[in-house]
T-cell receptor, first 113, second 112 residues
């Protein structure tokens, strides 16, 4: 089955700096890659997603890039703010009827003042 | 609010007892998913429904676990004869066909 690896496990940045989280996946047939933000005691919230027919997608301070050849995708957060502090998860899905998500192990992002 | 709702939010039970969780998906979402999340890990897929049909079950879903979605709306997840290893956050998500999965707040289970 699909396997998703995520790095780093923890990331500390100063407010205003950029943060980058990287994921790799194993199944070349995966075609949908969402990113979720999870705050303490809450369920994951979708922040951005990308499909395999797109190389990059941006939404304000958040962007995701996808390299299908390398089976690699990354989350970029610019101008970080303290409220960005949370655990971020990448995920991959084969799509279609096999739409279950396989998650990475998470990255704890700490934005310091 | 029309998001995914889950009840109860917290459940403490003794080993060997049965527990049941409920998930109410976003209205008109035909797919409903259950995931389990242990501390420090990402959510792991358990099972999913399209309307009332259970289409896939993970190997994580032992015989003690059963899920239903009788009318294609809300779903229940029952764990029989709970074990300490069942302690986790149980997350429900819903989607409309192949689109984005939206998660509920989860039910945190503690088995003593």
């Amino acid at each position: 089955g699909e396997n998703v690896e995520q790095h780093p496990s923890t990331l500390s940045v100063q407010e205003g700096d950029s943060a980058v989280i990287k994921c790799t996946y194993s199944d070349s047939a995966s075609n949908y890659f969402p990113w979720y933000k999870q705050e303490l005691g809450k369920g994951p919230q979708l922040i951005i997603d990308i499909r395999s027919n797109v190389g990059e997608k941006k939404d304000q301070r958040i962007a995701v890039t996808l390299n299908k050849t390398a089976k690699h995708f990354s989350l970029h957060i610019t101008e970080t703010q303290p409220e960005d502090s949370a655990v971020y998860f990448c995920a991959a899905s084969l799509g279609g009827t096999a739409s279950k998500l396989t998650f990475g192990t998470g990255t704890r992002l700490q934005v310091t003042l | 609010d029309t998001g995914v709702s889950q009840n109860p939010r917290h459940k403490i039970t003794k080993r060997g007892q049965n527990v049941t969780f409920r998930c109410d998906p976003i209205s008109e979402h035909n797919r409903l998913y259950w995931y389990r999340q242990t501390l420090g890990q990402g959510p792991e897929f358990l099972t999913y429904f399209q309307n009332e049909a259970q289409l896939e079950k993970s190997r994580l879903l032992s015989d003690r676990f059963s899920a239903e979605r009788p009318k294609g709306s809300f779903s229940t997840l029952e764990i029989q004869r709970t074990e300490q290893g069942d302690s986790a956050m149980y997350l429900c998500a819903s989607s409309f066909s192949l689109e984005t999965q939206y998660f509920g707040p989860g039910t945190r289970l503690l088995v003593l």
